[in-house]
């Protein structure tokens, strides 16, 4: 069983920073890729924010592209989602996700519970 479990949300003001962590356990045989979304308060559809994958790439969603930034810790199993110049377009819940391995041939799609990011003065 793989757990993903996020921390470091919570209220901050525009212009101001967060950093959240999503660290993965269980049986964990390799990494695909590593992604945070968010959910908007009334959002119907979780949106892609930024991707890790395996080869070390990085992709952004156009409105975090240059204030937001993903990096791995691959001793750790964690990834980090560094956000800076945060804006009120920003509040939502922000969700880890991870496509992985538990097997040689067995890859499957994990969730975290979430964590509310809040921007406002």
């Known amino acids: 069983q793989v757990q993903l479990v996020e921390s470091g949300g919570g209220l901050v003001q525009p212009g101001g920073s967060l950093r959240l962590s999503c660290a993965a356990s269980g049986s964990i045989s390799s990494f695909y890729a590593m992604d945070w979304y968010r959910q908007a308060p009334g959002g119907k559809q979780r949106e892609l924010v930024a991707?890790?994958?395996?080869?070390?790439?990085?992709n952004y969603a156009d409105s975090v592209e240059g204030r937001f930034t993903i990096s791995r810790d691959n001793a750790k199993n964690t990834v980090h989602l560094q956000m800076n110049s945060l804006r009120p377009e920003d509040t939502a819940i922000y969700y880890c996700?991870?496509?992985?391995?538990?097997?040689?041939?067995?890859?499957?799609?994990?969730w975290g519970q979430g964590t509310q990011v809040t921007v406002s003065s």
């Open positions: 996700h991870a496509d992985l391995f538990t097997s040689a041939t067995t890859l499957g799609s994990y």
């Open positions: 991707r890790f994958t395996r080869g070390g790439a990085t």
